[in-house]
Protein backbone atom coordinates (compact mmCIF):
# COMPACT_ATOMS: atom_id res chain seq x y z
CA UNK A 1 0.00 0.00 0.00
CA UNK A 2 1.18 3.62 -0.66
CA UNK A 3 2.89 5.57 2.12
CA UNK A 4 -0.23 8.28 3.00
CA UNK A 5 0.61 11.57 2.35
CA UNK A 6 0.59 13.89 5.72
CA UNK A 7 -1.67 16.64 4.00
CA UNK A 8 -4.89 17.74 3.94
CA UNK A 9 -7.30 17.02 1.18
CA UNK A 10 -10.77 18.76 0.22
CA UNK A 11 -13.32 17.20 -2.14
CA UNK A 12 -16.69 18.42 -3.14
CA UNK A 13 -19.90 17.32 -4.20
CA UNK A 14 -23.02 18.43 -5.14
CA UNK A 15 -26.67 18.33 -4.06
CA UNK A 16 -29.04 15.77 -6.49
CA UNK A 17 -32.37 16.77 -8.02
CA UNK A 18 -34.69 14.08 -9.21
CA UNK A 19 -36.45 15.71 -12.51
CA UNK A 20 -38.15 11.66 -12.32
CA UNK A 21 -38.90 10.01 -9.37
CA UNK A 22 -40.81 6.43 -10.24
CA UNK A 23 -41.47 5.00 -7.21
CA UNK A 24 -42.80 1.20 -7.48
CA UNK A 25 -43.79 -1.64 -4.48
CA UNK A 26 -41.58 -2.41 -2.15
CA UNK A 27 -40.02 -5.97 -2.78
CA UNK A 28 -39.87 -8.33 0.30
CA UNK A 29 -36.49 -6.76 1.77
CA UNK A 30 -39.10 -3.43 2.18
CA UNK A 31 -37.05 -1.73 -0.50
CA UNK A 32 -39.12 0.12 -3.15
CA UNK A 33 -37.79 -0.08 -6.47
CA UNK A 34 -36.87 2.97 -8.65
CA UNK A 35 -36.93 4.25 -12.09
CA UNK A 36 -35.15 7.82 -11.43
CA UNK A 37 -33.79 10.60 -13.55
CA UNK A 38 -30.98 12.61 -10.92
CA UNK A 39 -29.38 15.99 -12.20
CA UNK A 40 -26.85 17.64 -9.64
CA UNK A 41 -27.32 20.65 -9.09
CA UNK A 42 -24.74 24.01 -7.80
CA UNK A 43 -25.05 23.68 -4.04
CA UNK A 44 -21.89 21.89 -2.53
CA UNK A 45 -20.66 19.98 0.45
CA UNK A 46 -16.65 20.36 0.59
CA UNK A 47 -15.12 17.82 2.87
CA UNK A 48 -11.78 18.37 4.53
CA UNK A 49 -9.79 14.94 5.48
CA UNK A 50 -7.22 15.96 7.87
CA UNK A 51 -4.76 12.98 9.15
CA UNK A 52 -5.34 12.71 12.82
CA UNK A 53 -4.82 10.98 16.16
CA UNK A 54 -8.55 9.69 15.91
CA UNK A 55 -11.68 9.83 14.07
CA UNK A 56 -13.66 12.56 14.02
CA UNK A 57 -16.29 14.79 12.52
CA UNK A 58 -16.79 18.45 12.34
CA UNK A 59 -19.34 20.09 10.38
CA UNK A 60 -19.82 23.99 9.76
CA UNK A 61 -22.68 24.98 7.83
CA UNK A 62 -23.47 27.89 5.14
CA UNK A 63 -25.79 30.62 6.66
CA UNK A 64 -29.79 29.54 6.07
CA UNK A 65 -28.41 25.77 6.60
CA UNK A 66 -29.40 23.98 9.88
CA UNK A 67 -26.31 22.06 11.00
CA UNK A 68 -27.54 20.98 14.28
CA UNK A 69 -28.93 18.53 12.71
CA UNK A 70 -25.97 16.70 11.27
CA UNK A 71 -24.41 13.99 13.38
CA UNK A 72 -21.16 14.50 14.49
CA UNK A 73 -20.99 10.44 15.92
CA UNK A 74 -20.70 7.04 14.28
CA UNK A 75 -23.51 7.24 11.97
CA UNK A 76 -22.53 10.52 10.01
CA UNK A 77 -22.42 9.41 6.39
CA UNK A 78 -18.82 10.76 5.69
CA UNK A 79 -17.32 9.06 8.65
CA UNK A 80 -18.80 5.74 7.45
CA UNK A 81 -18.20 6.35 4.11
CA UNK A 82 -14.06 7.21 4.77
CA UNK A 83 -13.96 4.46 7.48
CA UNK A 84 -15.43 1.76 5.25
CA UNK A 85 -12.72 2.94 2.45
CA UNK A 86 -9.50 2.34 5.22
CA UNK A 87 -11.29 -1.23 6.20
CA UNK A 88 -11.02 -2.31 2.16
CA UNK A 89 -7.56 -0.68 1.81
CA UNK A 90 -6.32 -1.90 4.71
CA UNK A 91 -5.40 1.87 6.09
CA UNK A 92 -5.12 2.67 9.49
CA UNK A 93 -4.60 6.06 9.85
CA UNK A 94 -7.60 7.99 11.03
CA UNK A 95 -9.01 11.30 10.06
CA UNK A 96 -10.49 14.57 10.84
CA UNK A 97 -13.32 14.96 8.42
CA UNK A 98 -14.70 18.61 8.40
CA UNK A 99 -18.04 19.12 6.40
CA UNK A 100 -18.71 22.60 4.93
CA UNK A 101 -22.11 22.12 4.45
CA UNK A 102 -23.61 24.26 1.40
CA UNK A 103 -26.88 22.10 1.25
CA UNK A 104 -29.86 21.79 3.33
CA UNK A 105 -30.25 18.71 5.77
CA UNK A 106 -32.99 16.35 5.25
CA UNK A 107 -34.34 18.44 2.55
CA UNK A 108 -34.86 15.80 0.05
CA UNK A 109 -31.27 17.16 -2.01
CA UNK A 110 -28.71 13.92 -0.58
CA UNK A 111 -26.75 15.94 1.22
CA UNK A 112 -25.61 13.14 3.42
CA UNK A 113 -25.00 11.40 0.65
CA UNK A 114 -23.39 14.17 -1.39
CA UNK A 115 -20.84 14.39 1.89
CA UNK A 116 -20.02 10.70 1.31
CA UNK A 117 -19.50 10.64 -2.05
CA UNK A 118 -16.95 13.57 -1.53
CA UNK A 119 -15.21 11.48 1.83
CA UNK A 120 -14.63 8.52 -0.57
CA UNK A 121 -12.61 11.20 -3.30
CA UNK A 122 -11.12 12.98 -0.65
CA UNK A 123 -9.72 9.90 1.50
CA UNK A 124 -8.81 8.30 -1.70
CA UNK A 125 -6.85 11.43 -2.55
CA UNK A 126 -5.31 11.69 0.76
CA UNK A 127 -4.38 7.80 0.99
CA UNK A 128 -2.61 7.30 -2.63
CA UNK A 129 -5.02 4.54 -3.28
CA UNK A 130 -6.58 5.27 -6.66
CA UNK A 131 -9.35 3.06 -6.13
CA UNK A 132 -11.31 1.87 -9.10
CA UNK A 133 -14.09 0.33 -7.21
CA UNK A 134 -15.10 3.38 -5.23
CA UNK A 135 -18.85 3.12 -6.97
CA UNK A 136 -19.09 -0.17 -4.88
CA UNK A 137 -18.55 0.95 -1.80
CA UNK A 138 -20.43 4.25 -2.34
CA UNK A 139 -23.70 1.82 -3.09
CA UNK A 140 -22.85 0.18 0.36
CA UNK A 141 -23.27 3.25 2.13
CA UNK A 142 -26.46 4.52 0.28
CA UNK A 143 -28.67 4.42 -2.33
CA UNK A 144 -27.74 8.21 -3.62
CA UNK A 145 -24.30 8.15 -2.81
CA UNK A 146 -22.84 6.81 -6.54
CA UNK A 147 -25.08 9.30 -8.36
CA UNK A 148 -23.32 11.53 -6.19
CA UNK A 149 -19.69 10.46 -6.90
CA UNK A 150 -20.85 10.62 -10.89
CA UNK A 151 -23.05 13.57 -10.93
CA UNK A 152 -24.12 15.39 -14.37
CA UNK A 153 -27.51 14.20 -15.19
CA UNK A 154 -28.40 10.35 -14.99
CA UNK A 155 -30.37 7.61 -15.30
CA UNK A 156 -30.61 5.32 -11.30
CA UNK A 157 -32.39 2.08 -11.28
CA UNK A 158 -32.76 -0.57 -8.64
CA UNK A 159 -32.67 1.10 -5.62
CA UNK A 160 -31.05 4.15 -7.87
CA UNK A 161 -27.80 2.92 -6.78
CA UNK A 162 -27.29 1.58 -10.77
CA UNK A 163 -26.44 4.63 -12.54
CA UNK A 164 -25.56 5.67 -15.75
CA UNK A 165 -25.09 8.94 -17.67
CA UNK A 166 -27.85 10.36 -19.64
CA UNK A 167 -26.71 13.16 -22.44
CA UNK A 168 -27.78 16.63 -20.93
CA UNK A 169 -25.84 19.13 -23.20
CA UNK A 170 -27.86 21.85 -21.73
CA UNK A 171 -28.63 24.04 -18.88
CA UNK A 172 -31.57 24.33 -16.53
CA UNK A 173 -31.75 27.49 -13.85
CA UNK A 174 -33.84 26.39 -10.62
CA UNK A 175 -34.91 27.83 -7.93
CA UNK A 176 -35.28 26.24 -4.43
CA UNK A 177 -37.35 26.72 -1.29
CA UNK A 178 -36.04 25.09 1.71
CA UNK A 179 -37.08 24.63 5.14
CA UNK A 180 -35.69 24.30 8.70
CA UNK A 181 -37.47 21.32 9.11
CA UNK A 182 -36.73 18.39 7.07
CA UNK A 183 -38.43 14.97 6.37
CA UNK A 184 -37.28 12.00 6.96
CA UNK A 185 -37.20 9.96 3.65
CA UNK A 186 -38.42 6.65 5.51
CA UNK A 187 -41.67 8.23 6.74
CA UNK A 188 -41.86 9.53 3.24
CA UNK A 189 -41.91 6.70 1.89
CA UNK A 190 -44.00 4.77 4.25
CA UNK A 191 -46.55 7.67 3.73
CA UNK A 192 -46.44 6.75 -0.17
CA UNK A 193 -47.05 3.03 0.56
CA UNK A 194 -50.01 3.86 3.26
CA UNK A 195 -51.93 5.93 0.36
CA UNK A 196 -50.93 3.02 -1.92
CA UNK A 197 -52.54 0.43 0.01
CA UNK A 198 -54.60 -2.24 -1.87
CA UNK A 199 -53.58 -0.18 -5.07
CA UNK A 200 -51.70 -1.60 -8.14
CA UNK A 201 -48.61 -0.11 -9.00
CA UNK A 202 -46.86 -0.51 -12.03
CA UNK A 203 -43.11 -1.06 -12.66
CA UNK A 204 -41.59 2.24 -12.37
CA UNK A 205 -40.24 3.16 -15.80
CA UNK A 206 -38.37 6.84 -17.21
CA UNK A 207 -40.24 8.35 -19.70
CA UNK A 208 -39.08 8.99 -22.97
CA UNK A 209 -40.44 12.90 -23.36
CA UNK A 210 -37.94 13.48 -20.34
CA UNK A 211 -34.77 11.78 -21.71
CA UNK A 212 -36.10 13.20 -25.28
CA UNK A 213 -36.29 16.84 -23.66
CA UNK A 214 -32.57 16.87 -21.95
CA UNK A 215 -31.36 15.63 -25.15
CA UNK A 216 -32.85 18.52 -27.15
CA UNK A 217 -31.67 20.87 -24.36
CA UNK A 218 -35.09 22.31 -24.45
CA UNK A 219 -36.61 24.11 -20.82
CA UNK A 220 -40.02 24.02 -21.97
CA UNK A 221 -40.11 20.22 -22.85
CA UNK A 222 -38.39 19.53 -19.38
CA UNK A 223 -41.09 21.78 -17.87
CA UNK A 224 -43.61 19.11 -18.78
CA UNK A 225 -41.60 16.13 -17.89
CA UNK A 226 -40.94 16.66 -14.54
CA UNK A 227 -42.80 14.45 -12.09
CA UNK A 228 -42.34 12.94 -8.35
CA UNK A 229 -44.42 9.98 -7.46
CA UNK A 230 -43.13 10.54 -3.40
CA UNK A 231 -44.94 13.88 -3.81
CA UNK A 232 -48.19 13.52 -2.58
CA UNK A 233 -46.97 11.63 0.29
CA UNK A 234 -44.38 14.02 0.87
CA UNK A 235 -47.95 16.92 0.56
CA UNK A 236 -49.45 14.62 2.94
CA UNK A 237 -47.46 14.34 5.43
CA UNK A 238 -45.99 18.58 5.12
CA UNK A 239 -49.63 19.75 3.53
CA UNK A 240 -48.34 23.07 3.55
CA UNK A 241 -45.93 23.00 0.98
CA UNK A 242 -49.07 23.00 -1.36
CA UNK A 243 -48.86 27.23 -0.97
CA UNK A 244 -45.45 27.96 -2.27
CA UNK A 245 -45.79 25.01 -5.22
CA UNK A 246 -48.71 26.98 -6.57
CA UNK A 247 -47.18 30.30 -5.55
CA UNK A 248 -44.41 29.36 -7.80
CA UNK A 249 -46.30 28.94 -10.29
CA UNK A 250 -48.55 31.92 -10.36
CA UNK A 251 -45.16 34.05 -10.07
CA UNK A 252 -44.46 32.75 -13.45
CA UNK A 253 -42.13 29.25 -12.83
CA UNK A 254 -42.29 26.63 -15.58
CA UNK A 255 -42.87 23.55 -13.30
CA UNK A 256 -42.84 23.42 -9.50
CA UNK A 257 -42.25 19.81 -7.34
CA UNK A 258 -41.11 18.37 -4.51
CA UNK A 259 -37.44 17.14 -4.13
CA UNK A 260 -37.00 14.10 -4.48
CA UNK A 261 -38.85 13.06 -0.52
CA UNK A 262 -38.81 16.54 0.16
CA UNK A 263 -39.79 19.59 1.50
CA UNK A 264 -37.39 21.45 -0.67
CA UNK A 265 -39.72 22.52 -3.30
CA UNK A 266 -38.01 22.90 -6.73
CA UNK A 267 -39.03 25.80 -9.22
CA UNK A 268 -37.88 25.23 -12.78
CA UNK A 269 -37.00 29.51 -14.36
CA UNK A 270 -36.09 30.02 -17.53
CA UNK A 271 -32.81 31.38 -17.51
CA UNK A 272 -30.49 32.69 -14.40
CA UNK A 273 -32.73 36.43 -14.35
CA UNK A 274 -35.56 34.52 -14.22
CA UNK A 275 -34.39 32.26 -11.45
CA UNK A 276 -33.51 35.41 -9.27
CA UNK A 277 -36.62 37.59 -9.38
CA UNK A 278 -38.94 34.16 -9.07
CA UNK A 279 -37.03 33.55 -5.79
CA UNK A 280 -37.59 37.12 -4.57
CA UNK A 281 -41.39 36.08 -5.13
CA UNK A 282 -40.97 33.52 -2.95
CA UNK A 283 -39.26 34.53 0.32
CA UNK A 284 -42.00 34.83 2.33
CA UNK A 285 -42.15 30.98 2.53
CA UNK A 286 -38.88 29.63 3.27
CA UNK A 287 -35.15 30.17 2.98
CA UNK A 288 -34.80 30.63 -1.17
CA UNK A 289 -32.10 29.55 -3.39
CA UNK A 290 -30.79 29.31 -6.53
CA UNK A 291 -29.10 26.53 -7.86
CA UNK A 292 -28.09 25.29 -12.10
CA UNK A 293 -27.30 22.25 -13.03
CA UNK A 294 -26.00 20.16 -14.44
CA UNK A 295 -22.80 20.00 -12.39
CA UNK A 296 -19.95 17.58 -12.14
CA UNK A 297 -20.06 15.29 -9.27
CA UNK A 298 -17.33 14.77 -6.46
CA UNK A 299 -14.02 15.79 -7.45
CA UNK A 300 -10.99 16.65 -5.39
CA UNK A 301 -10.53 21.02 -5.09
CA UNK A 302 -7.88 21.28 -3.21
CA UNK A 303 -4.92 19.68 -1.18
P1 LIG B 1 -32.03 11.57 0.82
O1 LIG B 1 -32.80 12.42 -0.13
O2 LIG B 1 -30.71 11.10 0.28
O3 LIG B 1 -32.79 10.51 1.50
P2 LIG B 1 -31.95 13.93 2.38
O4 LIG B 1 -31.24 14.81 1.44
O5 LIG B 1 -33.42 14.13 2.52
O6 LIG B 1 -31.61 12.46 2.05
P3 LIG B 1 -29.84 14.25 4.28
O7 LIG B 1 -29.43 15.68 4.21
O8 LIG B 1 -28.94 13.25 3.64
O9 LIG B 1 -31.33 14.10 3.79
O10 LIG B 1 -30.09 13.91 5.82
C1 LIG B 1 -30.86 12.80 6.23
C2 LIG B 1 -30.41 12.38 7.61
O11 LIG B 1 -29.14 11.75 7.49
C3 LIG B 1 -30.20 13.53 8.59
O12 LIG B 1 -31.37 13.82 9.30
C4 LIG B 1 -29.09 13.01 9.48
O13 LIG B 1 -29.61 12.43 10.64
C5 LIG B 1 -28.40 11.90 8.69
N1 LIG B 1 -26.99 12.18 8.32
C6 LIG B 1 -25.95 11.36 8.44
N2 LIG B 1 -24.82 11.91 7.97
C7 LIG B 1 -25.14 13.11 7.51
C8 LIG B 1 -24.39 14.14 6.90
N3 LIG B 1 -23.09 14.06 6.65
N4 LIG B 1 -25.06 15.25 6.54
C9 LIG B 1 -26.40 15.35 6.77
N5 LIG B 1 -27.14 14.40 7.37
C10 LIG B 1 -26.53 13.29 7.73
Redesign the pocket.
Same mark, same amino acid.
Given at each position: MPEPTLRAVSARAA !? &?INLHLGVGAPGPDGFHPLATVYQAISLF?TITVTPADDWS?T?QAAPGIAVD?? /?LDE??? !???AAKLLAERAGVTHPVNIH $?A &?G $? /??? *? +??? *? +? =?? %??AAALVACDALWGLDRPDLAELAAEL *? =? %?VPFCLVGGTARGLGRGEIVSPLPDPGRYDWVLLTFGE?? =??PEVYGEHDAIYDGLARPEPDLPDALIDALAAGSVTDLAAALSNDLQEASLSLRPALASPLRAGIDAGALAALV =? +?? +?PTCLFLARDADHAASLAAELTSYGEVLTAHGPVAGAMVVES
Amino acid at each position: MPEPTLRAVSARAA !A &KINLHLGVGAPGPDGFHPLATVYQAISLFSTITVTPADDWSVTCQAAPGIAVDQV /PLDETNL !ALRAAKLLAERAGVTHPVNIH $IA &KG $I /PVA *G +GLA *G +G =SA %DAAAALVACDALWGLDRPDLAELAAEL *G =S %DVPFCLVGGTARGLGRGEIVSPLPDPGRYDWVLLTFGEGL =STPEVYGEHDAIYDGLARPEPDLPDALIDALAAGSVTDLAAALSNDLQEASLSLRPALASPLRAGIDAGALAALV =S +GS +GPTCLFLARDADHAASLAAELTSYGEVLTAHGPVAGAMVVES
